[in-house]
């Protein structure tokens, strides 16, 4: 039995962050020294992506004046566009719960294949998590070290379940580490998109090696928040994760015992990073596509129009202009998907 489905049943039968990193004080007027979602008291700077619904694609011939920006709904003048392919620090994180075993060794495959498809100024990190996370290969631009630890990851099992809250606020530590000034820095968790309620219970029953705090979803989204870092995911669903997912449909308390799902999703639209699912056999492909859109990313900065208190949390929305779909005859407002960071702290 599984390790989401059997925390269901049994519980079923037995019931029924860091600190914001120091930004610079004023905006660069040169490109190489712009930083990438930083911000500062006087200047904010974010990345964005455009993208066609249906197919996915990154649409990449945007203009500054294209974009509506606002900040807690008072518009904002970009000041401040570019569209660059800046260098990427990636942290590959790989899910060892025993409902991802089955497809774990294809999606350590799609990993290894995919560090060809990287920038030789790309960096790779690589951990592994269920209960905890695990660092295999701190951050490195050697393929080799990073292909020897995906090549350990893909062998590691355990009888712990998945802790998703305490693995983003560990992991946002590890991405913190980059070593690349500037960079994208992204979390790719490798994962069938399922997680375990972390409470008395299943911290006896599967989180044996977990920490004895464990950090819940707000510390972890606020870590995640002020840390600039993009949460992205590929999901491959097993036939274990079919009958975890069918279980929830079938009884609904199964959702409140054991299994839940939609939390990776979260974490990744607060940060604007994307989401692909993927088979055994098109991973490598997917793998590639989701890389590609987090380097196809536009980068806008801005001047806020309105001073606020230092912490105080700014709400942002973007999106095209009326005059970007008028000039652009093959932009469909209902076909255009904008991504980006939900907010962020002053």
């Known amino acids: 039995m599984k390790v989401k489905i059997a925390v269901a049943i049994s519980m079923l039968c037995a019931a029924s962050a860091i600190a914001q990193q120091n930004a610079r004080n004023s905006a660069s007027s040169s490109d190489a020294e712009m930083p990438v979602i930083r911000v500062s008291t006087q200047f904010v700077v974010l990345d964005a992506l455009v993208e066609n619904k249906k197919t996915g694609h990154p649409i990449g011939s945007l203009e500054a004046k294209d974009f509506l920006l606002t900040e807690d709904g008072v518009p904002q003048k970009i000041s401040y566009f570019a ?16 409902t ?3 497809v774990l060794k294809p999606l350590a495959e799609g990993a290894r294949a995919i560090l060809g498809h990287l920038k030789p100024q790309d960096e790779v990190s690589v951990m592994v998590f269920s209960s905890h996370t695990e660092l295999l290969q701190d951050f490195t631009t050697d393929r080799t070290l990073a292909a020897d ?10 009888k712990e379940g998945t802790f998703i809250h305490e693995d983003m ?3 946002v530590d ?4 980059s070593t690349i000034p500037d960079s994208r820095r992204v ?3 490798l994962t069938d998109g399922t997680a375990n309620f972390e409470n008395s219970l299943t911290q006896k029953t599967i989180g044996k090696e977990a920490p004895a705090h464990l950090h819940n979803r707000e510390e972890a989204t606020d870590k995640l928040i002020h840390s600039g870092i993009a949460v992205a ?18 009884n609904p308390l199964s959702f409140l015992a054991g299994g839940r799902l939609g939390d990776i999703n979260r974490y990744a639209d607060a940060t604007g990073g994307p989401i692909l699912n993927t088979s055994k056999k098109e991973v490598a492909a997917r793998l590639a596509e989701l890389i590609d859109q987090l380097r196809e990313r536009y980068t806008l900065g801005y001047k806020p129009s309105t001073s606020k208190p230092a912490g105080t949390y700014c709400k942002l929305h973007l999106a095209l202009s009326a005059n970007a779909y008028q ?3 093959d932009l469909r407002k209902r076909s255009v998907l904008v991504r980006m960071r939900q907010g962020y702290y002053r």
Request: glycine share 2%; no cysteine.
């Open 169 to 171: 606020y560990e992991a």
């Open 327 to 329: 000039e652009q005859s």
């Open 187 to 189: 979390l790719v968790w």
């Open 233 to 250: 995911a590929l999901i491959d669903k097993s036939v274990a994760t079919d009958a975890v997912v069918a279980a929830l449909d079938i």
């Open 174 to 177: 590890q991405g913190m580490k």
């Open 100 to 102: 991802v075993q089955p």
């Open 149 to 158: 630890a995906i090549e350990k990851a893909s062998e590691m099992k355990t």
């Open 83 to 98: 569209h660059d392919r800046l260098p990427l620090s990636v942290v590959f994180l790989f899910d060892l719960t025993e």
